[in-house]
């Protein structure tokens, strides 16, 4: 069930897709909650409560014991104590005494004091403007978060040639670069679909061009890669450039597209070329004309792109520069103590990411003009729907690939995402891992980390066992930073590991892709906590480094350096593939409890239920590769295992569930039935 | 066996203090290591090898994968890429196919590339001057240890009282706000022994003053705290304020005590005070001079200090610091694109901090003048060395509790260390646990960390969690940063249980005081890996969070938020403690082998050892309470435990470690007996 209630006067932000009747707020006031001033709701919790949810955000799988607020930010740094990501992803459930889900739609700032200030109390304050809270209550947190992702409408679905390895860094900066990336990919068989071109692909980083020199002929050198079964993804950049005489720029504003300050001139702020306008993402037609300009690359061949630095990010804003800038001569010749060195860090950071600088220009809305700050949340959004409607348009019947760095609840209908600038940390694999199921229920099925980490230097290690987390994420892309240490497979040692455990990728392939489209196309998570699927399992509740991944399977990455193992907790008796590749893995039956399981270097553990399957492969090199594949069948059957195994042509927009699935039984006799439009012949091994 | 090895003209660190005859480097080379250009040392690791060592270092417990580079810094930032910390501490073990280990002693900049490049192999690389590289073999990891730390020196002993709990903050800025901590504990029964004074007592951040309007009649205020059985412990910074009249400024410019440019002049640097001065702590007349000043604070009563910022930390170098100012008016009216943009922040953030400012000034040592980046990680231990030296003429009978924030291995034997300024992270209590060995090892046992965490905002779990290890580590301190979230126990709920876990502190005293000073007085590591306890245990070796914490316990402390227990992996049958508080606790006897074991969030677990003893007080508010308590001795008899209780009058510098033992044994039928200076009646439970 869920119950809506309105309070003041919202801006539409078009999270949500279903009409809900509006409840009135009566003397009881909202279920579960406590309410004050009109915008500060609180609950007591109980020791045991966990509360999932809040999407792209630090710490756990349960979230409760911080403080997290909905402030779309481009901070790097993601440590422990930061409150705000990239994204508002504005929804969780509490699950204790009491089991609810809440969703605060508003396109402001809200904070989410979950047991931060008092251990025991929650406290979700919204900080500003009308808002619609959403009160979900369901007796089982799958079918809850089912319910809510009805509300948002349908998951971003992608071309299956995005769930192929995507090698990335910012940047490779010529098309020599890529093909050597590709060849050393090809040359040594490791598998590899997709290689992102960062920033420097463009001219001067102008959005829609292409760097001639660096790459001459692009359309050719897409069509080349085509050939190798390599897709290019180039990223889109929130700003554009003021430059005379470059088209998106006078085009912009020629139409008065731009976001304006106050005073109607154009809104200036510095990214990577410089100054910038922002389009103004929440104008819609400035939206459809935004989105009508990627057609110049996906006439060149493009199939996929990926939007950056739109929360948006601006590295300074020119009025606050140059105060910065004047503020900063008057330390001269003065004796600077504590006090006043700390004012000039302060000063100096306020150049970069000022939320100050917010409150400087004005959106032309259906609604009428709003301050940016009051609709921040929205930006990031708005410019993936702008490519989602403008892809629905240009490429009716073909997916073409998004994903986005910041969004709200509602973008996930028109792209991905990826995590964000995280680190070359062993703490962001483990984060990784335990953003998931929170981005899951948020509707963010198409989603991964930068494996390896952006920021900083990475080691073998630590990319072989992030990678050994990502052949599971549907996303699985290698990206680093400009100045980090370099990290393609090849640039160290074990070159057959990282074949193998990329190459287990392209062998559960079926699986992976079959359970994101199931996922995708009944509104269910893909990642989910253990609580989710053991309700009645006291410490399954408390199991925050292993998810359910599928129907079938529990995943336990091993995230810490140097270790030549973990501990597993089986919420009942399993069956462990220890998997060195797709044709070498040993197998374990454990009993339900708690275990020590080794897991070298080049080994990933794969935990099978009883009575499922899993669809595997015989491998390849790209997914083009995998299609057609003979199936393997992992399975453990105690008495039937079956599995609806999802599969289509990897690329129509419209798939019809039921005709895609093909129904696999394997009896305790090891009888093999297979249903459905899939020859039994596909089925290769068991 | 020690082997010492002498490369060119080597600084005179008095690390060593033991005379060892010096080794030809003959045809053979250096035992273990392949040499090459004279100052890079490798060795080619198996999978299995385990490195021990480096002290104060990011990551685990085993050191290997990462890049650790000896260079002293200012930065508080110690997320798990950091190359350096605070301190240089050049020893570490390997124990694998060969079992050896290496000291470089130098006063200048080493990196440790263990794994980093290549995760195979071991690179040290001396990066300037002559050194002193010594090599140690012996069959036991413990005895190897030992042996080093006969080398360098008996480490520093503090008096009994700094067992105690210290409650710190930056800062209590008044006598009253002190009061008001003190009061706050003492009404509520929470225990207490000291209350450090951040920068704020001081005159103008001016050393060896206090500031008479916050601290008026400040002999009396001690002497009133001191009748609360609370010691005051006031900061002392490395900085000395430039201002005419101010003594300890005239003093030190009078006879050219103070590090000095090129051109002879004084060097200006800015710190808490704005100008300062920089005494030449590698100067023997400096440092005593500087040493005697520590009398002005004794004289008033004080009987401790902690020596901060003494890397030497720079806020900025005057002359810089103008280069920047002038550098960044040029950004006025430009187009500021990335790479502009990056030019800016590299250019305001080389203000603080700044490597390039330690080669703007010289040092006048007794091998002559030498530029302080040549012998820059020495700075900090010769501070500690002054105040050490002049304890020792100004207090020769009473031991003074001295504790530094920088340090070299040599430092161990004129005060503790805490391990500078972390962050309430959940990943730096874990942080704190796996340093702790690496420091006993370098000889640093009067050791903690910021509990709580330094900077940012603690939660109330994450304190509980905290002081749950900070009550087994020598300094157990409360310590926040300006501005962070206060974090005395008050500002939380849970009472009852802050009293409980830190009363366990004074409930666990006698043992922690008596492991303390046996590992003090025999060379001894009191914080050990479980693998030097139980070498044969491959299990063990792997073990990265639970310490040996003398000989009779292993600890387990709960780590991670929301956490309603953790694993443990025992390597031998053990008597599991679940404490409350000094009077609750239950029991359980563990087989050998993996366990999940619960610990609510105001329980900690303690490992007792088969034919061990814990002995423990009754508890108390104070260490004084302490003294003369019944002991309580927790044991687990499988034929007859036996332990060697030391105990002394807490403040004598002259210890005989015989006389100061008593033996107690208690046989399988609970006899107990005990011999020694204790009477037998001081035995109250088993």
Same mark, same amino acid.
């Given at each position: 069930?869920? !119950?809506?209630?309105?309070?003041?006067?919202?801006?539409?932000?078009?999270?949500?897709?279903?009409?809900?009747?509006?409840?009135?707020?009566?003397?009881?006031?909202?279920?579960?909650?406590?309410?004050?001033?009109?915008?500060?709701?609180?609950?007591?919790?109980?020791?045991?409560?966990?509360?999932?949810?809040?999407?792209?955000?630090?710490?756990?799988?349960?979230?409760?014991?911080?403080? @997290?607020?909905?402030? &779309?930010?481009?901070?790097?740094?993601?440590?422990?104590?930061?409150?705000?990501?990239?994204?508002?992803?504005?929804?969780?459930?509490?699950?204790?005494?009491?089991? =609810?889900?809440?969703?605060?739609?508003?396109?402001?700032?809200?904070?989410?004091?979950?047991?931060?200030?008092?251990?025991?109390?929650?406290?979700?304050?919204?900080?500003?403007?009308?808002?619609?809270? $959403?009160?979900?209550?369901?007796?089982?947190?799958?079918?809850?978060?089912?319910?809510?992702?009805?509300?948002?409408?349908?998951?971003?679905?992608?071309?299956?040639?995005?769930?192929?390895?995507?090698?990335?860094?910012?940047? @490779?900066? +010529?098309?020599?670069?890529?093909?050597?990336?590709?060849?050393?990919?090809?040359?040594? #068989?490791?598998?590899?679909?997709?290689?992102?071109?960062?920033?420097?692909?463009?001219?001067? =980083?102008?959005?829609?061009?292409?760097?001639?020199?660096?790459?001459?002929?692009?359309?050719?050198?897409?069509?080349?890669?085509?050939? !190798?079964?390599?897709?290019?993804?180039?990223?889109?950049?929130?700003?554009?450039?003021?430059?005379?005489?470059?088209?998106?720029?006078?085009?912009?504003?020629?139409?008065?597209?731009?976001?304006?300050?106050?005073? /109607?001139?154009?809104?200036?702020? /510095?990214?990577?070329?410089?100054?910038?306008?922002?389009?103004?993402?929440?104008?819609?037609?400035?939206?459809?004309?935004?989105?009508?300009? @990627?057609?110049?690359?996906?006439?060149?061949?493009?199939?996929?792109?990926?939007?950056?630095?739109?929360?948006?990010?601006?590295?300074?804003?020119?009025?606050?520069?140059?105060?910065?800038?004047?503020?900063?001569?008057?330390?001269?010749?003065?004796?600077?103590?504590? $006090?006043?060195?700390?004012?000039?860090?302060?000063?100096?950071?306020?150049?970069?990411?000022?939320?100050?600088?917010?409150?400087?220009?004005? #959106?032309?809305?259906?609604?009428?003009?709003?301050?940016?700050?009051?609709?921040?949340?929205?930006?990031?959004?708005?410019?993936?729907?702008?490519?989602?409607?403008?892809?629905?348009?240009?490429?009716?019947?073909?997916?073409?690939?998004?994903?986005?760095?910041?969004?709200?609840?509602?973008?996930?209908?028109?792209?991905?995402?990826? +995590? /964000?600038?995280?680190?070359?940390?062993?703490?962001?694999?483990?984060?990784?891992?335990?953003?998931?199921?929170?981005?899951?229920? &948020?509707?963010?099925?198409? %989603?991964?980390?930068?494996? /390896?980490?952006?920021?900083?230097? %990475?080691?073998?290690?630590?990319?072989?066992?992030?990678?050994?987390?990502?052949?599971? *994420?549907?996303?699985?892309?290698?990206?680093?930073?400009?100045?980090?240490?370099?990290?393609?497979?090849?640039?160290?040692?074990?070159?057959?590991?990282?074949?193998?455990?990329?190459?287990?990728?392209?062998?559960?392939?079926?699986?992976?892709?079959?359970?994101?489209?199931?996922?995708?196309? %009944?509104?269910?998570?893909?990642?989910?906590?253990?609580?989710?699927?053991?309700?009645?399992?006291?410490?399954?509740?408390?199991?925050?480094?292993?998810?359910?991944?599928?129907?079938?399977?529990?995943?336990?990455?091993?995230?810490? !350096?140097?270790?030549?193992?973990?501990?597993?907790?089986?919420?009942?008796?399993?069956?462990?593939?220890?998997?060195?590749?797709?044709?070498?893995?040993?197998?374990?039956?454990?009993?339900?409890?708690?275990?020590?399981?080794?897991?070298?270097?080049?080994?990933?553990?794969?935990?099978?239920?009883?009575?499922?399957?899993?669809?595997?492969? &015989?491998?390849?090199?790209?997914?083009?590769?995998?299609?057609?594949?003979?199936?393997?069948?992992?399975?453990?059957?105690?008495? !039937?295992?079956?599995?609806?195994?999802?599969?289509?042509?990897?690329?129509?927009?419209?798939?019809?569930?039921?005709?895609?699935? *093909?129904?696999?039984?394997?009896?305790?006799?090891? *009888?093999?039935?297979?249903?459905?439009?899939?020859?039994?012949?596909?089925?290769? *091994?068991?």
């Amino acid at each position: 069930m869920i !119950q809506k209630y309105v309070f003041g006067n919202p801006f539409d932000t078009e999270a949500v897709v279903k009409e809900i009747p509006e409840e009135p707020i009566g003397e009881g006031g909202i279920p579960h909650l406590t309410m004050a001033d009109g915008n500060v709701f609180s609950y007591r919790m109980d020791d045991g409560d966990v509360i999932y949810g809040l999407g792209e955000n630090v710490r756990g799988i349960n979230k409760r014991g911080w403080l @997290y607020i909905s402030r &779309c930010t481009d901070d790097s740094h993601h440590q422990e104590d930061k409150h705000s990501l990239y994204a508002a992803h504005n929804f969780f459930i509490v699950d204790g005494r009491e089991r =609810f889900g809440v969703f605060v739609d508003t396109p402001g700032r809200v904070s989410f004091d979950l047991g931060y200030t008092d251990r025991r109390m929650l406290t979700v304050t919204v900080e500003a403007g009308g808002f619609v809270l $959403y009160i979900l209550e369901d007796d089982s947190l799958r079918e809850m978060v089912r319910q809510f992702r009805k509300l948002t409408g349908r998951s971003y679905i992608p071309p299956k040639w995005a769930f192929g390895y995507c090698q990335s860094r910012w940047s @490779y900066e +010529t098309a020599d670069e890529v093909r050597e990336v590709v060849r050393r990919h090809r040359e040594n #068989h490791v598998p590899l679909d997709s290689v992102c071109l960062d920033i420097d692909y463009m001219e001067r =980083f102008k959005d829609f061009t292409v760097d001639e020199e660096k790459f001459p002929d692009f359309p050719e050198f897409v069509k080349e890669m085509g050939e !190798q079964n390599i897709h290019l993804v180039p990223i889109i950049d929130a700003g554009v450039k003021v430059e005379e005489g470059y088209p998106v720029y006078e085009e912009g504003v020629k139409n008065g597209y731009f976001c304006r300050r106050e005073d /109607g001139s154009e809104f200036v702020c /510095g990214v990577w070329p410089g100054r910038v306008h922002f389009p103004d993402m929440l104008n819609p037609d400035a939206r459809r004309w935004f989105g009508d300009w @990627y057609r110049v690359l996906l006439d060149q061949g493009i199939e996929g792109f990926w939007n950056d630095m739109n929360e948006p990010a601006m590295f300074y804003e020119e009025g606050h520069l140059e105060e910065v800038l004047d503020e900063v001569e008057k330390f001269k010749g003065t004796n600077i103590g504590i $006090y006043e060195f700390f004012d000039w860090q302060k000063l100096v950071e306020s150049v970069h990411n000022n939320p100050g600088d917010y409150e400087k220009f004005y #959106h032309q809305t259906p609604a009428g003009r709003i301050r940016h700050d009051k609709v921040h949340n929205l930006f990031g959004y708005n410019m993936t729907r702008a490519a989602g409607e403008a892809f629905e348009r240009l490429s009716p019947d073909r997916r073409i690939l998004m994903y986005s760095r910041s969004s709200y609840i509602g973008m996930h209908r028109y792209g991905g995402i990826w +995590t /964000g600038d995280n680190y070359s940390w062993w703490s962001h694999l483990l984060m990784n891992l335990q953003m998931l199921p929170g981005l899951n229920m &948020c509707g963010f099925l198409y %989603t991964g980390a930068d494996l /390896g980490g952006f920021g900083s230097d %990475t080691t073998e290690d630590l990319l072989l066992r992030w990678l050994e987390l990502g052949i599971f *994420t549907p996303l699985m892309r290698n990206h680093s930073a400009l100045r980090s240490r370099r990290q393609e497979y090849y640039q160290f040692g074990s070159e057959d590991d990282f074949r193998n455990i990329i190459g287990l990728r392209y062998g559960l392939l079926p699986y992976i892709y079959s359970e994101f489209m199931k996922a995708a196309l %009944t509104d269910d998570m893909m990642f989910m906590p253990l609580a989710f699927v053991y309700p009645e399992d006291s410490e399954a509740a408390g199991v925050e480094d292993q998810l359910m991944a599928g129907e079938s399977i529990m995943i336990a990455p091993v995230y810490k !350096q140097n270790a030549a193992g973990r501990y597993v907790y089986l919420p009942e008796e399993m069956k462990l593939y220890r998997m060195r590749s797709v044709t070498d893995m040993d197998t374990e039956v454990l009993p339900a409890g708690h275990h020590y399981v080794k897991a070298a270097l080049n080994e990933v553990l794969v935990f099978l239920r009883p009575d499922h399957i899993v669809p595997m492969s &015989c491998g390849g090199e790209s997914v083009a590769d995998v299609e057609g594949s003979k199936l393997r069948l992992l399975h453990f059957v105690k008495n !039937q295992a079956v599995y609806d195994l999802y599969d289509d042509d990897g690329y129509s927009r419209n798939t019809d569930l039921e005709k895609s699935l *093909t129904g696999i039984t394997v009896d305790r006799d090891g *009888t093999v039935k297979v249903n459905g439009e899939f020859a039994a012949d596909r089925v290769l *091994t068991i």
